[in-house]
């Protein structure tokens, strides 16, 4: 299982990195086709990284095109949405365009959130006259169960291989019920890249490195593309 690790040994030197990799391969991609796809990580270790890339000055981000990996059904003025703590750390505080922002809107019925995230996702590909959906870069962190956007150990979302968005509940985490982008969705990237933040990521990606079950450790089936860059700072 090939990956690109690096390890910091502090917090601000994470964060900067971090935050300057994502810039880098934004940069990359509106340079050799007018354009980019990023597929934000919820949780916490991303905040700061986001804070961190805002002030990055040579981002056009009117050339960036935002989605959200996963997000907790939840109104859009909850703390514990994902979107919130994305505009708060990032959306807010750069000139990227509304409508280059594509929130789960889960104002909507559970069920008709989903499939109206699906029905974002495909139009804006459709708009872009690509045949092919192909995210540019995904960006995750690691849940102490090995979990990836809201892809949980032994979930049926784990097996879903036509669908790019679709339910997912857990009973370990706040906020039961989610919509997590799918295997097809997330496998498409040509860029991964994990933001391990916290002392309790060692030991997590140590079992996931070494495992090829994806049901039991979801990650593990990022790992395998070869495509993935982790970086962490244990804390
Ligand atoms: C979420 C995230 C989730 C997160 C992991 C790790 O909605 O919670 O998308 O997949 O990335 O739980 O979270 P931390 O990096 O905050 O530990």
């Not at 690509?130 to 995904?138: H, R, T």
């Not at 997912?168 to 039961?176: A, L, Y």
């Not at 079992?207 to 395998?224: G, M, N, V, W």
Request: proline letters at 3%; one cysteine or more.
């Amino acid at each position: 299982m090939e990956y690109k690790f690096t390890e910091f040994t502090s917090k601000e030197s994470f964060v900067t990195a971090a935050a300057e990799r994502i810039a880098a391969i934004l940069k990359e991609n509106i340079q050799t086709k007018g354009w980019a796809t990023i597929i934000l990580a919820g949780g916490s270790t991303p905040r700061s990284i986001y804070a961190q890339l805002s002030t990055l000055s040579d981002i056009d981000w009117s050339k960036v095109f935002m989605f959200f990996g996963d997000e907790r059904y939840v109104p859009h003025d909850d703390p514990d949405s994902n979107y919130v703590m994305v505009r708060a750390s990032l959306i807010d505080k750069v000139s990227i365009p509304k409508e280059n922002v594509f929130a789960v809107r889960t104002e909507m019925p559970y069920e008709h959130c989903i499939e109206d995230y699906e029905i974002q996702i495909r139009s804006f590909f459709s708009r872009k006259q690509v045949d092919v959906i192909q995210f540019d870069l995904i960006l995750l962190g690691l849940g102490k169960d090995g979990h990836i956007a809201s892809l949980f150990p032994q979930s049926k979302a784990l097996d879903e291989e036509l669908k790019l968005v679709t339910s997912s509940t857990t009973d370990e985490f706040k906020v039961r019920e989610r919509i997590t982008m799918t295997y097809p969705a997330l496998l498409s990237a040509t860029h991964f890249l994990f933001f391990l933040g916290g002392s309790n990521k060692k030991n997590i990606l140590d079992k996931t490195s070494q495992s090829t079950d994806y049901h039991q450790f979801p990650a593990s089936r990022i790992l395998e593309t070869g495509k993935a860059e982790i970086m962490a700072f244990f804390g």
